[in-house]
């Protein structure tokens, strides 16, 4: 019997701390399934996702500039960085 184990680049992808857009990610691949694939009904979502990693690079850039590590935070530290915000900038 063989076992279906998930490709580790999908795996990454659905990891909280490796994807900091899991949930625009996620919203926007709900929107396209609902929608019968018609991107023109999702284009809000795929914005969102887009604006979302836009946010998170720059983030990623600005922590190496200053010599933090790792680059991404960690999901809780994001959480906390948003809280703080108020709301999400993206």
């Given at each position: 019997k063989k076992s279906t184990r998930m490709p580790v680049v999908v795996?990454?992808?659905k990891d909280p701390d490796v994807n900091p857009c899991l949930a625009e990610s996620d919203a926007s691949?709900?929107?396209m399934n609902d929608h019968n694939y018609d991107r023109d009904r999702c284009?809000?979502?795929f914005l969102k996702y887009k604006n979302c990693k836009?946010?998170?690079n720059s983030v990623m850039a600005q922590r190496r500039r200053n010599g933090v590590h790792p680059p991404l935070p960690t999901a809780a530290e994001r959480e906390e960085m948003l809280r703080a915000m108020g709301e999400r900038p993206y």
């Open positions: 795996r990454k992808l691949n709900r929107c284009v809000v979502h836009r946010f998170w």
